[in-house]
């Protein structure tokens, strides 16, 4: 079974400029959610995605966007990207029934701002 | 504030021995917790996890304790060995895992041959 995937895997872009990253769930999981790696921290959450619609949404500014497609999978959009937002971007999913539900991660893109 | 703590940077034991990985969380609204293993250039793996309602739950070599009373959680490894050489996370929850994971800042374990 495919685990979740991410593209790109790694990125390179300059201030300013904006990117989006993708992210493919695990075949069956309707919920996806968004995390930043910074080095030496744990991931911070950044959005949660369920039915398409925005779930929860972590402290973070309004350059960063994300939309949940009929398929499930998800794209996360930065605009006006800062040095700061140089990171590993990472993509869990989760089958969300009823109970305990773990989440699953992605390997990450690493987002790279000049 | 810090809601997920992992006091402990890093850690160091020999292979075959016992690994203890703790975590301490502030709120007490989280019912489910997690322990995640990052290698390197990769995601999160997951590990193990425990809801509230029980004090420890087993896997294989692995083991979680959760004492909801100190508002601590434990991950036992036993026996070590040198692949589970990786940054650990613990991870809270509310709603049964249903809501966003808040994560420590990991716990680097070593096991040396």
């Known amino acids: 079974d495919a685990g979740v995937t991410q593209s790109p895997t790694h990125l390179i872009k300059t201030r300013g400029q904006h990117v989006t990253l993708r992210c493919s769930p695990i075949s069956g999981h309707k919920s996806v959610s968004w995390y930043q790696q910074v080095l030496g921290q744990g991931p911070q959450f950044i959005f949660q995605y369920y039915e398409k619609e925005e779930?929860?949404?972590?402290?973070?500014?309004?350059?960063?966007?994300?939309?949940?497609?009929?398929?499930?999978?998800?794209?996360?959009?930065?605009?006006a990207l800062l040095l700061g937002d140089s990171a590993l971007y990472l993509c869990?999913?989760?089958?969300?029934?009823?109970?305990?539900?773990?989440?699953?991660?992605?390997?990450?893109?690493?987002?790279?701002?000049? | 504030?810090?809601?997920?703590?992992?006091?402990?940077?890093?850690?160091?034991?020999?292979?075959?021995?016992?690994?203890?990985?703790?975590?301490?969380?502030?709120?007490?609204?989280?019912d489910y917790f997690l322990w995640y293993k990052k290698y390197p250039a990769e995601g999160p793996t997951f590990l193990i996890s425990i809801s509230s309602i029980k004090d420890k739950?087993?896997?294989?070599?692995?083991?979680v304790f959760l004492n909801k009373s100190a508002k601590h959680l434990s991950l036992h490894i036993v026996p070590s060995q040198p692949g589970d050489s990786a940054v650990y996370f613990c991870a809270a929850s509310g709603q049964g895992g249903s809501e966003k994971l808040v994560f420590g800042k990991g716990t680097k374990l070593t096991v040396n041959p």
Do not use: H
Not at chain 2, 5 to 29: A, F, H
Not at chain 2, 57 to 63: S, Y
């Open chain 2, 57 to 63: 739950n087993e896997d294989g070599r692995f083991t």
């Open chain 1, 55 to 79: 779930r929860g949404r972590g402290n973070f500014p309004d350059r960063f966007s994300a939309r949940q497609f009929p398929n499930y999978s998800s794209e996360l959009n930065v605009n």
């Open chain 1, 92 to 114: 869990a999913s989760s089958n969300d029934r009823e109970g305990y539900n773990e989440q699953f991660f992605g390997p990450g893109t690493r987002l790279t701002v000049l």
């Open chain 2, 1 to 30: 504030d810090q809601q997920v703590k992992q006091n402990s940077p890093s850690l160091s034991v020999q292979e075959g021995r016992i690994s203890i990985l703790n975590c301490d969380y502030t709120n007490s609204m989280f």
